[in-house]
């Protein structure tokens, strides 16, 4: 009786298993139609639906949803072209890169921006070769965009600038640079970095590097932090050399 009930049990839950495939459409199908509707929102004359549309275009796996949001970077509004542009960087389609560098050329600081970004977060050799000459940008916010954007793509290749750009005429952008470099895991940035701390400066720099030296776990950096510490007054700096001190105390010795 027991077994008779436990198959009745297994065949009405595979008959509801059954109905729910033929009722529900194959993923490929349901993308297209959402791709359709996320087409037709595009051309809305409302900003604020078209720019939901191109978040939602981001999330696609199919590939036609790039080329819509490359049509979207020309949107007549600056909020629906940012989207656009962080979207395609999620996407890291290659023609999505290619449309993110021409976006490199525009005039307007939040567009270059949204680009930088972008190509920081979509990674790869072309983003990256893209991003390294920024960094001579005669525009600050360009530059403290790129070194930031670099550190997340892990472009190794940027090391040498990254370090030339320690002594950025803006505090800020050395400060990213600093953690860019601490980003990249490159152990040849200790003795820059701790060159910087030398020279005494700024909080946000300070910080930089001491953020920067904890993530890189090289135990030469010891010694300089805790000599920093003894002096340090403010309070955030102070916090940040105890958590890079304890990582670096927790790192192995290196290998002779």
Not at 148 to 165: D, N, S, T
Request: with cysteine; hydrophobic share 45%; glycine share 8%.
């Amino acid at each position: 009786m027991l077994l008779r009930r436990s198959t009745a049990n297994l065949l009405s839950v595979a008959i509801v298993v059954f109905h729910c495939l033929l009722l529900t459409p194959p993923l490929a199908a349901q993308e297209k139609a959402d791709l359709a509707k996320l087409a037709a929102q595009l051309k809305d004359k409302d900003a604020g639906v078209r720019r939901s549309a191109v978040e939602s275009l981001g999330q696609l796996s199919d590939q036609s949803g790039v080329d819509l949001l490359i049509s979207a970077l020309n949107d007549d509004n600056q909020e629906v072209r940012s989207a656009a542009a962080l979207a395609l960087g999620q996407t890291g389609a290659a023609k999505g890169v290619e449309a993110l560098i021409k976006m490199l050329q525009s005039q307007s600081l939040r567009d270059r921006r949204s680009a930088i970004i972008a190509l920081g977060t979509s990674g790869g050799d072309k983003a990256c070769d893209a991003l390294i000459p920024l960094l001579k940008s005669t525009s600050a916010e360009d530059r403290d965009s790129v070194v930031a954007a670099i550190g997340g793509a892990r472009c190794a290749r940027a090391f040498e600038p990254l370090v030339k750009a320690l002594a950025d005429e803006h505090h800020m952008v050395r400060a990213d640079a600093a953690m860019a470099l601490g980003d990249l895991g490159d152990k040849r940035a200790v003795e820059p970095l701790l060159a910087v701390l030398n020279g005494n400066p700024g909080d946000s720099i300070r910080t930089g590097v001491v953020v920067a030296l904890g993530a890189l776990g090289d135990r030469r950096a010891i010694a300089p932090l805790e000599n920093l510490l003894k002096t340090e007054k403010n309070e955030n700096v102070r916090q940040q050399i105890e958590q890079a001190l304890a990582r670096l105390r927790a790192a192995p010795p290196e290998k002779q």
